[in-house]
């Protein structure tokens, strides 16, 4: 699992010399073993990661000097290096989040795809600095480096998080940077809620997001036993300000796909991932409605929000010896299924 060295990983390994001459805090779009690549060359890093599955991988790979959750803990960091999100938002957030750990004149480092967004590394880095440099370009990614100049203020959380409010349910929805659906409720997420069968008893919300979907339940349903997770800190952040501002009770906790839930449910509601980081990502889907079965009570159901091109009817029957179309608007389907 995540094996490879990422291109932009390849690139990094090209400037280990200026990486390694100090400890570095590294954060953002972790996807590979660029952790282990520099501590071969120099200090090991201290890692920060808002993603609990590469959190878990991790840890099962020996590393200790890991964290995960909403923003680093507040101990001094040497340098920084952040791995550019796919979100801008979430960049500038990260940023927020670490920088107030360095000293003044500590080194930055930004690094990424030349398509996901590094390029506004001078423009994020403004605030902080005087001169931004790109230090290197290969394999469509690029590294730049600035020095700390003016010492960043500690983060609070509630400066960052921003909201709306669905009319129809007088429910408001708090977001955090990067979260999926943050700026509005969306298309696929209206289709799933208006098309919905009645529901009762313990239900298992997978991917909550900002908590839209587990706070309109629990708004409908009230005597519902909700559980809501996600693989993102920050969406799990985002769904327990929902509940809160709703005055809604769920249990809300980190879970890499199903591995960290017990079963049995009886429902599971997902609007899953299609994309991780720039790329389109099935796994965890593709594994959801694999194993959604086996977390199920008799009778329960799994019910799922997805693009209307994926192929997913076709793992749903193979599971669950059918697949009901719920409904279909212009670019997503639902679709349902029982435990028999």
């Not at 394999?139 to 500690?154: D, K, N």
Request: some cysteine; glycine content about 6%.
């Amino acid at each position: 699992m995540l094996k490879a060295l990422t291109t932009v990983s390849e690139m990094l390994a090209r400037n280990l010399d200026v990486l390694s001459q100090q400890p570095l805090l590294v954060c953002g779009l972790l996807e590979d073993n660029l952790p282990a690549m520099l501590a071969d060359a120099g200090p090991a890093p201290r890692i920060f990661t808002t993603d609990y599955s590469y959190y878990q991988w991790q840890k099962n790979q020996g590393v200790t000097d890991i964290e995960f959750g909403t923003q680093p803990k507040p101990h001094a960091a040497s340098a920084l290096l952040l791995l550019m999100p796919k979100a801008k938002a979430e960049a500038e957030y990260l940023l927020a989040a670490c920088l107030p750990l360095l000293a003044e004149s500590a080194q930055i480092f930004i690094a990424g795809d030349n398509k996901g967004g590094v390029k506004s590394a001078p423009k994020l880095l403004a605030p902080y600095c005087d001169q931004v440099i790109k230090l290197d370009s290969a394999r469509r990614a690029s590294l730049y480096q600035a020095q700390l100049i003016r010492t960043a203020v500690p983060l609070k959380q509630t400066s960052w998080q921003k909201g709306y409010i669905i009319e129809q349910q007088q429910l408001q929805v708090c977001t955090l940077p990067g979260v999926f659906s943050a700026g509005h409720l969306d298309s696929g997420s209206r289709l799933l809620l208006d098309n919905l069968k009645p529901l009762k008893g313990r239900v298992l919300d997978f991917g909550c997001g900002a908590g839209v979907i587990g706070a309109s339940l629990l708004k409908r349903h009230p005597e519902l036993m909700l559980e809501c997770i996600d693989i993102n800190a920050l969406a799990l952040e985002a769904t327990r300000l929902t509940l809160a501002e709703n005055q809604l009770d769920a249990k809300v906790y980190a879970s890499d796909g199903l591995s960290q839930v017990t079963g049995p449910f009886n429902h599971i509601i997902a609007n899953p991932p299609f994309h991780a980081g720039l790329k389109t990502f099935y796994h965890t889907t593709e594994t959801l409605l694999t194993t959604a079965k086996d977390y199920l009570a008799p009778g329960g159901s799994l019910t799922l929000v997805a693009n209307a091109f994926l192929p997913y009817p076709e793992l749903i029957e193979k599971s669950f010896g059918h697949c009901e179309t719920l409904a279909i608007n212009g670019k997503f389907k639902i679709y349902h299924a029982t435990r028999r």
